[in-house]
């Protein structure tokens, strides 16, 4: 199960949460937390699966997402001279990964007030592939991109909901992120100052292998329903961060320089520290006539406790670098973040009506969201813009008991420059962690991505 949902053969880095997630709450733009009622809510608001009952979902959905970046480069040669380098475009292009929803429910009293839910969830983060060749020579980006080839990672979890009477509802929910991930960079390992080399050349290119687990980050998500009206909703729901603090294996294979003929890399244990963020829904629904429904929603990502990844080795060594130490321990490696909070503004609708016997749904929905990435962190690793979802869905309802989902939307992006002379990202070299700021994440970067989803809904 967690190969299927985690399992990213030869996808390459974003690393961010680039859409929300589920079907049918896609279908609305994300505006479903006072209109929960189904077991999608187990992410947007599980006070919502009270009106759930005894049901099984799943759903599938595949995020299309398609970047390129041009990267510019400031240079400082010795005599002080300042350059400006501009390498070949890089362009991404998309597994084929589908992303599930599976939760199954069931009452525990005759009354169908108490509704306990588990199930596994996937997030909808943005992967490409990307060239290691760009024009004869290695990809500009290898410094800050990685594989994730090998990864493995869901979030299973159990949820409890209670309909205290019909004008409120109260839900809560544990989670996990469990699993390990498993990422590939390049390390630049040339000495400081260019006493052996030039900056990224080839031959100090040091491939890099971090594999990060078994972890397991756990959560909790809590959320409340008030009926005040047969025409109105209010939701709200919150969900706490994620702490990754794992253990990890990091391999090196150092560069093909003359320096490291005689070279060994002694050890790869580490340990692994990240926080992911907590997020906060509030939500209005309003059902003016009997069918139709229009959500507003608004979404808070905590993305500024996300300040950087920190690996932190465990007796790693480096022995035999001709013309060094006789041994050189690895340092903590920090990759800075230094993310800010996002926010998501979403207006959704659903119209529900009969045609040749059968019930059919209508969805659509809009949304903007702002970046959690800073101008100057931006990178192909932690690639966010702000941007504006379309989304349009609907359901067809078979008999009493079987819903068949689907969801298209398209996501319009910003094309965000950052002045190489602002860029903030450098190259990770195994000699001293991060070295003097010769930031590698300058240039233009761009990107549009697609959602095409199916699911399905039992009713028992």
Known sequence: MLALLGGASDAHAAGMYFSDRGVRPMGRGGAFVAGADDLGAIWYNPAGVTEAGSAVLVDFAWLRFEPQYTREMRIVDADGTVRTVTSPTVKGSPPLIPLPTIAISTTLD????????????APYIALAGYQDVVQGQPSPARYTLGSFNGSALALPGAWLGWKASDELRFGLGVMALVGWFQTTVTFSASPQDRLLGA????????????????????????????????????????????????????????????????????????????????????????????????????????WSGHQSITATPKDIFITGI????????????????????????????????????????????????????????????????????????????????????????????????????????????????????????????????DLIGLGTNYTF
Do not use: C
């Open 110 to 121: 005759e009354s169908k007030r108490w509704v306990l839910v588990g199930g596994v969830i």
């Open 322 to 449: 001709t013309g060094g130490p006789p041994s050189v321990r690895m340092p903590v490696i920090d990759i800075p973040r230094d993310f800010r909070d996002s926010n998501s503004f979403r207006i959704g609708m659903e119209y529900s009506f009969m045609a040749g016997g059968y019930r059919l749904d209508q969805r659509a929905g809009i949304s903007y969201e702002t970046s959690a990435v800073p101008n100057g962190y931006l990178s192909l690793s932690s690639l966010d813009f702000e941007k504006v979802n379309l989304m349009i869905g609907g359901s067809l309802h078979l008999a009493r008991h079987w819903r068949f989902d689907l969801v298209y939307g398209h996501t319009f992006t910003s094309t965000t420059y950052v002045a190489p002379q602002d860029a903030q990202i450098p190259r990770i070299n195994p000699l001293k962690g991060n070295a003097p700021l010769e930031a590698v994440n300058g240039g233009t970067y761009s990107a549009h991505a």
């Open 199 to 302: 900056p990224e050349q080839p031959e100090f290119d040091a491939q890099s292998q971090m594999r990060v687990g078994p972890m397991m980050a756990p959560t909790a998500i809590g959320g409340v329903i008030w009926q005040p009206h047969p025409m109105v909703r209010i939701g709200a729901s919150g969900m706490l961060p994620m702490v990754v603090s794992s253990d990890a294996t990091i391999k090196v294979r150092l560069g093909s320089s003359v320096a490291f003929d005689g070279a060994q890399v002694q050890g790869d244990q580490a340990h692994v520290r990240f926080v992911l963020p907590g997020v906060a829904r509030l939500g209005v629904e309003l059902r003016p006539e009997k069918g139709l429904r229009l959500e507003a929603a608004w979404v808070h990502e905590f």
